[in-house]
């Protein structure tokens, strides 16, 4: 098993910038293909990012892409979505997500998840 906790959500104006970590432990980290989700208020849990487990290759979703930036550091066992240009519709729970069998692209797919962190972007 692996253990992932998230942190560095928060209140940000429109236009601001925030990085969100997820520090995983347990089972070696670099085992685990990874991904950002978010879920806001009265809507589905959607995908946001993945990343390989060497990190090699990225997914985005269309919403977030030339805006998010994820990046992994196995040697620290953490992974990072570097959030630019936030809009009010980016306001969200997010959670990290890890699967030892594919790159998560589903809400369905993963097999562990942190607790979420809020990410609140006001206009």
């Known amino acids: 098993q692996v253990q992932l906790v998230e942190s560095g959500g928060g209140l940000v104006q429109a236009g601001g910038s925030l990085r969100l970590s997820c520090a995983a432990s347990?089972?070696?980290?670099?085992?685990?293909?990874m991904g950002w989700f978010r879920q806001a208020p009265g809507k589905e849990r959607e995908f946001v990012t993945a990343?390989?487990?060497?990190?090699?290759?990225?997914w985005y979703s269309d919403s977030v892409k030339g805006r998010f930036t994820i990046s992994r550091d196995n040697a620290n066992n953490a992974l990072y979505l570097q959030m630019n240009s936030l809009k009010p519709e980016d306001t969200a729970v997010y959670y990290c997500?890890?699967?030892?069998?594919?790159?998560?692209?589903?809400?369905?797919?993963?097999?562990?998840w942190g607790q979420g962190t809020q990410v609140t972007v006001s206009s």
């Open positions: 990343i390989t487990t060497s990190g090699s290759s990225k």
């Open positions: 997500a890890a699967d030892e069998r594919v790159v998560p692209s589903k809400p369905s797919q993963p097999d562990y």
């Open positions: 347990g089972r070696t980290f670099s085992r685990y293909a």
